[in-house]
């Protein structure tokens, strides 16, 4: 697959093979000390908004590990979320509902770690895991810390409604809140599977209030999870100030994100409608993860047509 990216590639972009000053072979996946990249501008929050404004879509992809994170900042992913999918695509577990913070405070060292290592400058998103944030504000905060102490610069937190005030409270004290509407999956078995959330009128008028609140309350980010693609279009034009991020949600919203596994088609089974295996007609992980950041930010991926409902 080749795309041609309508905005302007850096070296970061090339295969390796086309790298001058090559670094030295290392064993065990061993990063180099340097990224022997050229440097973009550190992804912050302003430069996410530049971003934005300029029309440019926001490429986000989940790693777990420092190998992996150190691999999609130099194919140029804008955002890397650690997310609570690693129970399911590290742990084996059945679902997100069994990580602990514990795990997640790991997975984030790790990945900050990795981006170190080779001068990194991918913004950083740590999940908070299911009963983390739910009890009280102040436990939501302590959790937060434990993620920010482990390198991550935004936190993320599912639901909508009562989340609201967590939100702020967290926004109020320092910490980027990253949202996640629509099939949250940490509450899987409430929703009944994973299905497409936001359906009928009044799903979609719940999921579009619950998204103003969060941004009224200071959340940056939203991802948006299995939610039709015209719902998500709408929900992205109401919310100038913070950034939707979909998932199986169409192509309107301000960016996108993808589970790493799924997207380099690590899967026996079979993968959700919402995704493309970027190593089909990919020589390397890096170049296809290049191939996920050109064809989210060409447009070409996702097609309504075949990713979304
Ligand atoms: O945990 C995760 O990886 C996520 C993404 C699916 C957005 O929340």
């Not at 061993?30 to 908004?49: D, G």
Request: neutral net charge; glycine residues 10%.
């Amino acid at each position: 697959m080749h795309y041609s990216p309508p905005f302007s590639f850096t070296a970061r972009h090339l295969p390796v093979s086309d790298m001058s000053n090559p670094t030295p072979a290392t064993p065990y996946g061993t990063l180099p000390a340097a990224s022997p990249l050229p440097a973009r501008k550190p992804v912050s929050l302003p430069r996410l908004a530049e971003l934005r404004d300029r029309g440019e879509k926001i490429t986000m992809l989940t790693a777990y590990d420092a190998t992996f994170a150190a691999v999609a900042d130099a194919a140029g992913v804008e955002c890397i979320l650690v997310g609570d999918s690693l129970g399911m695509v590290c742990q084996g577990l059945a679902s997100t509902a069994g990580v602990t913070l514990e795990t997640m405070a790991y997975h984030v060292e790790s990945v900050a770690r990795g981006l170190r290592r080779v001068q990194g400058t991918a913004w950083l998103l740590g999940d908070l895991p299911f009963g983390s944030y739910h009890e009280s504000k102040e436990q939501a905060m302590r959790s937060a810390a434990q993620l920010v102490h482990a390198g991550a610069h935004m936190i993320k937190l599912e639901g909508g409604g009562w989340t609201a005030e967590v939100v702020r409270f967290l926004v109020e004290r320092g910490i980027p809140v990253c949202a996640h509407l629509g099939l949250t999956p940490q509450t899987v078995h409430a929703l009944g599977g994973y299905r497409v959330q936001g359906r009928d009128d009044t799903a979609a008028l719940t999921l579009k209030r619950h998204a103003l609140e969060l941004q009224d309350a200071g959340a940056t980010m939203l991802v948006l999870e299995m939610v039709p693609a015209a719902l998500a279009t709408e929900i992205t034009q109401q919310l100038p100030r913070c950034h939707t991020i979909g998932i199986g949600a169409g192509k309107g919203t301000a960016g996108q994100v993808l589970v790493m596994h799924d997207m380099l088609g690590i899967n026996l089974g079979k993968n959700p409608k919402f995704v493309r295996n970027f190593m089909d007609g990919a020589s390397s992980v890096r170049e296809a993860m290049a191939a996920y950041v050109a064809a989210v930010k060409n447009g070409s991926f996702p097609d309504d047509s075949l990713h979304a409902w």
